[in-house]
């Protein structure tokens, strides 16, 4: 099986190395692709050296899987010459996302519906991964009719040079701004750009990604997407209306027993979920689960993820297990 990372060198691509080889990923060949500034640059994976190449060689070698992380534009310009090579393509930009074409995968939840036809696969936004995986068997179980959600996000989330301006705030050196204001020792309610309805086009990800996963135009979203000086995850206050009545006991039982989730949710003991313990790991960390005591049918919770791991890498990777275990990929 040959494999590409496309964007091997940024933050995202870097945490796809890592997982890759947490999670021991077989692979025969292992392609790295990065902007022509890097190309021929070396990278140690697994005590072995790669040099970096360029798109095109990459394109040529027709990869059996290529993993995407390095932007919309990259995406929709390469992601189909590779499939037209016979690659399956799993891209972690918006590019593809919402394209009633292209599968909108998290392996959990839909990772069914894969086909070897699929050769364009779309991985979600960071913030939809962690809340719908939490939504779905709760969906099923009670039929979400509302959520509204509010996301206190992590500077990775918008990469390198947001840390480093966070990093530089801190130190007190000057240096290029991500953000319209210095996000140290701030909160910024704007994430992306702001679309014509006043929402930011994170916000309109997830209305959007949340109704298409789940299979569900029904459900109703609206976000506020918030970004905070913490690295380590995406933390969500969420707020679920539900078409019938719910136990609290076994809403806690329905989400313990959902593959990737871990219910942290002790508060006599102070236990919940933090971007602090969630940082490096995989799983989506669900906690403050309570009923809201306005109105009927109706449930709080607080989820956090890793942005870099579940919300992009580690989904990336499962989507690319889930083609392997399928046999999609023939030798």
């Known amino acids: 099986m040959k494999l590409a990372i496309i964007g091997a060198t940024g933050l995202v691509g870097s945490e796809i190395l890592c997982?890759?080889?947490?999670?021991?990923?077989?692979?025969?060949?292992?392609?790295?692709?990065?902007?022509?500034?890097s190309i021929g640059k070396k990278v140690i994976f697994k005590n072995k050296q790669y040099a970096i190449i360029g798109m095109q060689e990459a394109i040529n070698q027709q990869p059996d899987i290529a993993i995407f992380s390095a932007g919309g534009d990259t995406?929709?310009?390469f992601a189909?010459?590779?499939?037209?090579?016979?690659t399956y393509v799993i891209d972690n930009s918006s590019a593809w996302r919402m394209n009633p074409?292209?599968?909108?995968?998290?392996?959990?939840i839909n990772g069914y519906e894969l086909t070897e036809n699929d050769k364009i696969i779309a991985n979600p936004n960071c913030s939809t991964i962690q809340m719908v995986l939490a939504l779905s068997?709760?969906?099923?179980?009670?039929?979400?009719?509302?959520?509204?959600?509010?996301?206190?996000q992590s500077v990775t989330g918008t990469g390198k040079a947001a840390v480093d301006q966070m990093n530089n705030e801190r130190q007190g050196i000057e240096g290029d701004m991500v953000y319209p204001y210095p996000i140290d020792k701030n909160v910024i309610p704007h994430i992306d750009?702001?679309?014509?309805?006043?929402?930011?086009?994170?916000?309109?990800?997830?209305?959007?990604?949340?109704?298409?996963?789940?299979?569900?135009?029904?459900?109703?979203?609206?976000?506020?997407a918030v970004r905070l000086p913490v690295v380590g995850g995406h933390a969500e206050s969420v707020n679920v209306?539900?078409?019938?009545?719910?136990?609290?006991?076994?809403?806690?039982?329905?989400l313990?027993?959902?593959?990737?989730?871990?219910?942290?949710?002790?508060?006599?003991?102070?236990?919940?979920?933090?971007?602090?313990?969630?940082h490096g790991k995989d799983a989506v960390f669900v906690g403050r689960i309570r009923r809201d005591e306005t109105q009927p049918n109706t449930l709080n919770m607080w989820i956090v993820a890793d942005n870099l791991r579940k919300g992009a890498a580690t989904n990336a990777v499962q989507i690319a297990e889930h083609i392997l275990a399928q046999q999609l990929v023939h030798a």
């Not at 189909?80 to 016979?86: D, L, Q, T, V």
């Not at 074409?101 to 959990?108: F, M, R």
């Open 80 to 86: 189909p010459e590779f499939a037209k090579a016979g």
């Open 19 to 37: 997982v890759l080889d947490e999670r021991n990923v077989a692979f025969d060949e292992l392609l790295l692709v990065a902007s022509e500034r």
């Open 193 to 224: 750009v702001f679309m014509d309805n006043d929402y930011t086009k994170e916000e309109m990800k997830m209305v959007n990604e949340t109704k298409k996963i789940l299979g569900d135009d029904t459900v109703l979203v609206t976000a506020t």
């Open 137 to 152: 068997p709760l969906h099923q179980a009670y039929k979400v009719k509302r959520v509204v959600v509010s996301t206190y």
């Open 75 to 77: 995406s929709l310009k």
């Open 241 to 254: 209306e539900f078409e019938t009545d719910f136990n609290i006991t076994e809403v806690r039982e329905l």
């Open 256 to 278: 313990s027993k959902t593959s990737g989730i871990i219910v942290q949710d002790n508060v006599a003991n102070n236990e919940y979920p933090m971007p602090l313990f969630a």
């Open 101 to 108: 074409n292209n599968k909108l995968i998290v392996p959990e």
